[in-house]
């Protein structure tokens, strides 16, 4: 090998090397076959084999993005079709998903002015594309943060004189961007009464070599006056030479007057403090460290350039309130949570103070409390005014209760405890709703509004009894009377409570012995109309009876024979029979009535209707009749044992007795509970009632309604006259050649 090819061989390799270093491949197209040629490089860069073959046309071994396709085919067909290089930067994804970005040149082959093959090279420059991204999102945010700011920034040069400003930097004072802009242009825009302030401003910037910030107003285009706050770094040459300023300019206007409202209020809040006797303060429960506002130095007496800490101030709190002020900020600390507390101090001039701590509690993110803030006032003159308020309360006869915004209690009287069950302690802070049942809320709303509109002495009336709760839980019949009292502090109210439980008391002997007197009236009237109408029963009843007697009498006194007088014997039996059958129908339903007080017991309906099949059994089986029942719902009662079997017998025998001849007798027996009260009904399937014709009747003594053999029209009167006497009451429907059902109501 000579000395070319050595060379040659080296330059070779070298040139491998670079396009390693660089990431730089080739590629061949064979027009003809569509099979790719890819070195190791491409291989490398594209994360394929690089023995595989890649076919124009088929699925890649990579992916490429809709944009990346349409490039790659476009850019191909005008390369083979007029020579156009293919030049563009294209967007794959390897199949292990990472996106790489490739820089692809190609030019094509002719032979026989026919295109045969494309040649070309594939340049790695994903990293360059993403340091590119990266450069245009920061400065995207760049431009961004500078709107958001109201900031631009600027480059002034030396030698120029002349400034290049950011693109907000030009919104900012109105000039051209990218342009380079004489300062003078700039000194022009400046508000006249600042521009020679400016100027020596920027003098001195130069001649010391170092900027100094500083602020100027400026004339906006639309006329409006800004604020603008100036800063910036001098860059000095290897000679120390000014060569450039890079500064920013901000429009400080909001931000100037923010700080302007901010020292007024700050003012203001110093003033309200003095007036209102109250300062602020920090305490850093880590560090031990106490911040006071002016005004507690004062409160206290103490000197503001003495260092702070917690025991500043507790040398202050009066010896027998120190155990109380070391439980509430241990407390406070411990629960996260700083109530109010008033205690009082006693300076070193012996001057004894009242002083009321509110305050907030600051924990960091594992939930330590690390900070305590609030506000201490002076509440002295209110506390002796308190204290006085008091007294006169403690006085007043009877329980009393203050009331102030949001329905927060006050005070409460001595009284009031007695009354309530509660210690003042425990009410005061709490709503009054505490105590008042919450079935008031509602109707209690209109009359709160109508006082709160037209605000005088007024005693609560709702209608109804009013009440408060004991603590014991146990309500209190209570007459609220309310006094409104506009204070310094705003509205309170005093509610004086009256109990009501003795008149109460008094009141329910008083109804009870009313409701006994109309209780005892109307039995005694009860009594009378059942008297009037058992007297108008029996008159009625009896007289035909009698009225036949004393025909059969004369009769008899007529006839001469024996035999005569035999016979009539046989009509005076049966006339003298029915007498008797009416008269001992007639001592049992007054016997019935008469008793006030019938001795109960405890009996199952199953048990009742056992027992009244077993006395119809014959009759059961003679008509085939079907007895059904249904005790589900309730079978136990308290009730007189000899009614009970009466109603059952009675009831079951008469559906028998008034079966219709068509069908078989169908009986059915339920119980159900309607409002709390028993009812036990029984349906049969019989001939029926026509109600309409005999309703007014149906339960009237030796009231028939069928032409039956055995009808003697006993049984319904006796049954409701035994209902009735243990309080119940009995009701019934009917459709003649339906059926009845008989509702016994109990009590």
């Known amino acids: 090998m000579n000395m070319k090819d050595d060379k040659k061989t080296m330059d070779d390799t070298s040139a491998i090397t670079i396009r390693d270093m660089l990431r730089i491949g080739t590629w061949n197209l064979n027009i003809e076959t569509g099979i790719y040629s890819l070195d190791k490089v491409t291989c490398e860069v594209l994360g394929i084999p690089y023995d595989c073959v890649v076919k124009r046309g088929e699925k890649s071994l990579f992916d490429k993005p809709e944009a990346t396709e349409f490039l790659i085919k476009d850019g191909i067909i005008e390369l083979i079709k007029t020579g156009q ?56 945010l760049l431009k961004f943060a500078e709107h958001k700011a109201k900031l631009g920034h600027w480059n002034w040069d030396a030698s120029s004189d002349t400034l290049i400003c950011s693109e907000n930097m030009t919104y900012i004072v109105g000039v051209p961007t990218d342009v380079p802009v004489p300062l003078s242009v700039l000194i022009d825009k400046v508000h006249p009464e600042d521009r020679e302030f400016v100027r020596k401003q920027i003098a001195y910037n130069i001649k010391t070599k170092h900027y100094h910030s500083f602020n100027h107003r400026m004339v906006m285009p639309d006329g409006r006056t800004r604020i603008i706050q100036v800063s910036g770094d001098a860059i ?64 206290f007496k103490q000197e503001e350039n003495i260092k702070l800490e917690f025991n500043t101030y507790f040398e202050c709190v009066h010896p027998d309130d120190q155990a109380v002020v070391t439980a509430h900020f241990a407390q406070a600390i411990e629960q996260k949570h700083f109530d109010k507390i008033i205690h009082r101090i006693l300076l070193k001039d012996g001057t004894l103070k009242w002083i009321r701590l509110l305050g907030d509690v600051e924990v960091d993110k594992k939930g330590n409390t690390v900070k305590l803030a609030g506000t201490c006032q002076d509440i002295s003159e209110q506390q002796l ?63 709160r509004e109508k006082f709160l509109t037209n605000m005088e002495v007024t005693i609560v009336d709702l209608g109804e009894d009013f009440y408060l709760t004991h603590k014991s839980g146990r309500e209190i019949p209570v007459e609220i009377t309310l006094g409104p009292l506009q204070t310094d502090e705003g509205l309170i109210i005093s509610m004086s409570v009256r109990d009501l439980t003795s008149a109460k008391i008094a009141e329910s002997k008083i109804l009870k012995a009313k409701e006994d007197l109309e209780i005892l009236t109307e039995e005694l009237t009860a009594q009378n109309n059942q008297l009037a109408d058992f007297t108008q029963i029996t008159s ?160 009237g003594l030796n009231k028939v309604f069928h032409n039956h053999p055995e009808a003697k029209g006993i049984g319904l009167f006796m049954t409701k006259t035994q209902i009735e006497a243990m309080g119940g009451k009995i009701t019934v429907t009917s459709k003649v050649n339906e059926g009845s059902t008989f509702n016994i109501h109990f009590i």
Request: net charge negative.
């Open 540 to 699: 009625h009843n009896l007289r035909a009876p009698v009225s036949n007697l004393n025909s059969l009498v004369e009769i008899y006194k007529m006839m001469g024979s024996e035999e005569e007088r035999n016979d009539l014997f046989k009509k005076f039996e049966t006339v003298i029979s029915h007498l008797s059958l009416t008269l001992n129908t007639l001592i049992e339903a007054l016997s019935a009535k008469s008793h006030n007080s019938l001795e109960r017991s405890e009996l199952s309906f199953s048990n009742k209707l056992s027992k009244t099949k077993e006395i119809f059994s014959t009759e059961i089986e003679r008509t085939k009749a079907v007895i059904k029942s249904d005790f589900s719902a309730v079978d136990s009662i308290r009730y007189n044992k000899i009614y009970m079997e009466s109603i059952f017998q009675n009831l079951i025998g008469n559906a028998l007795k008034y079966k219709s001849p068509e069908r078989v007798p169908e009986i059915e027996i339920t119980s159900k509970l309607e409002n709390g009260k028993i009812i036990l009904s029984f349906k049969d399937n019989g001939l029926g009632i026509d109600l309409e014709k005999h309703g007014h009747k149906i339960f």
């Open 85 to 140: 290089p293919f030049d563009q930067e294209l967007e794959f994804k390897t199949k292990k998903g990472t996106v790489i970005w490739l820089h692809v040149i190609a030019t094509r082959k002719l032979e026989n002015d026919k295109c045969t093959a494309i040649a070309g090279i594939v340049q790695d420059i994903t990293k360059s594309k993403q340091t590119q991204e990266t450069f245009l999102r920061h400065n995207q």
């Open 385 to 447: 005014q308190e204290i006085k308020f008091k007294g006169l309360v403690d006085s007043a006869p009877s329980a009393t209760i203050i009331v102030g915004n949001e329905s927060i209690i006050q005070m409460v009287n001595k009284q009031g405890e007695s009354l309530l069950g509660y210690s003042s302690e425990e009410l005061v802070g709490k709503s009054i709703e505490t105590l008042i049942p919450s079935r008031f809320d509602e109707i209690r709303t209109p009359h």
């Open 236 to 299: 000095l040459d290897d000679e120390g030479n000014l060569t450039n300023i890079l500064g920013i300019s901000q429009d400080v206007t909001s931000y100037k007057t923010i700080e302007t409202e901010l020292t007024k209020k700050n003012e203001l809040l110093i003033f309200a403090e003095q007036k209102a006797l109250l300062g602020h303060w920090e305490l850093n429960t880590l560090t031990d460290e106490v911040f006071w506002s002016a005004n507690l130095y004062y409160l």
